[in-house]
Nanobody
Framework: QVQLVESGGGLVQAGGSLRLSCTAS????????MGWFRQAPGKGREFVSGISWSGGRTYYAESVKGRFTISRDNAKNLVYLQMNTLKPEDTAVYYCAARPVGYTDVVFSSAEYDAWGQGTQVTVSS
């Protein structure tokens, strides 16, 4: 079973930046679709971004497009989420997620991901 551990969350002022990291272990990382989701208080878990095996294809929610960038380093089993121009509405717990090994499509439904990190809190003050 894969283990995912996020880091990099924190408190930042609106307009600031944060970079989240997710370390994966226990699975063939280079053949795993990775995604980032977030969950704000009182709301459901929503797709933020996803990345293909090689990193050549990336996907973003409309609300973060142009501000967030996902990337991965397969040699280090790491996936990143660079978040710029943060807004108060970006405040949430952010989760790293992995699809089963061998699946090739980035999908937006959290039900299609079978491994999750513990989450890292991102708080953006106005």
């Amino acid at each position: 079973q894969v283990q995912l551990v996020e880091s990099g969350g924190g408190l930042v002022q609106a307009g600031g930046s944060l970079r989240l990291s997710c370390t994966a272990s226990g699975r063939t990382f280079s053949r795993t679709i990775m995604g980032w989701f977030r969950q704000a208080p009182g709301k459901g878990r929503e797709f933020v971004s996803g990345i293909s095996w090689s990193g050549g294809r990336t996907y973003y929610a409309e609300s973060v497009k142009g501000r967030f960038t996902i990337s991965r380093d397969n040699a280090k089993n790491l996936v990143y989420l660079q978040m710029n121009t943060l807004k108060p509405e970006d405040t949430a717990v952010y989760y790293c997620a992995a699809r089963p090994v061998g699946y090739t499509d980035v999908v937006f439904s959290s039900a299609e991901y079978d491994a999750w990190g513990q989450g890292t809190q991102v708080t953006v003050s106005s």
